[in-house]
């Protein structure tokens, strides 16, 4: 009676260079297991949530509670009272985020998504971080996000300082160029996140980042360029 029940999924975008099959087509077959594997990730990606009465838009609230209990103890002999003593450690994390949608009559999707996190760091009292503020205009992204350069874990790469940072202000464009191929091209901020500055502070321009992905069932391979001003 106040709200009905409504999905956020990916918005549905026809690659600019489909290719065609025909009904004889003997790959036919591996085309449509391949568009059943893509709408099943589709469902995992999408979001449960309300449109609320007089309004065409979803929203959809979720988040993450976890906690943990630590204790740590050390035995180094010859230390004396350099020992660290014993202590116990209380290990909350939390998350939330906020997401809309709404489609327009002409197709195009306008979407808005705020993610924040509250977790300790380095020892020191619970700090609230922004992960993502980005409003969605179809295939564009604006806002603050996770760098289109950064698709590893990044916890496996040397000399990281060298590298696009992974949250990041950025305006970015992706697009499907075909059933398996993808480009995402994008200006970044690197500073952004951390000095909330404009990206031409003190004369630096944006990171420039190219990224093309390949995805083929299980395989996806990633191609990733990143050109980037380095101060002196």
């Known amino acids: 009676m106040l709200a009905r029940a409504c999905m956020i999924k990916p918005p549905e975008v026809s690659p600019l260079f489909p290719s065609p099959a025909g009904p004889t087509d003997t790959r036919s077959t591996a085309v449509d297991d391949s568009d059943d594997a893509s709408e099943e990730d589709e469902d995992e990606d999408a979001v449960p949530g ?46 939330l985020r906020i997401a809309t949608a709404h489609d327009l009559a002409s197709g195009l999707r306008v979407g808005t998504a705020f993610e924040m996190s509250l977790a300790p760091t380095n020892g ?49 464009w992706e697009r499907d160029l075909t059933e398996r191929w993808n480009l995402a091209l994008s200006l970044e901020d690197p500073t952004l996140a951390t000095t909330c500055s404009i990206p031409t502070v003190n004369g630096r321009v944006p990171d420039g980042i190219a990224r093309l992905t390949y995805v083929n069932g299980p395989l996806t391979m990633h191609l990733a360029g990143a050109l980037r001003d380095v101060p002196a």
């Open 50 to 95: 309300l449109i609320l009465p007089g309004s065409a838009t979803c929203l959809a609230i979720s988040g993450t509670v976890s906690a943990g209990l630590q204790f740590d103890s050390y035995r180094i002999p010859k230390a004396g009272d350099a020992v660290p003593r014993p202590a116990f450690s209380w290990l909350p994390n939390a998350s």
């Open 124 to 172: 020191q009292p619970d700090t609230v971080t922004i992960d993502e503020a980005t409003v969605t205009l179809g295939t564009m992204t604006f806002g603050l996000a996770g760098s289109r350069f950064s698709y590893w874990t990044g916890d496996e790469f040397a000399f990281s300082a060298r590298l696009p940072s992974r949250n990041v202000g950025l305006i970015a």
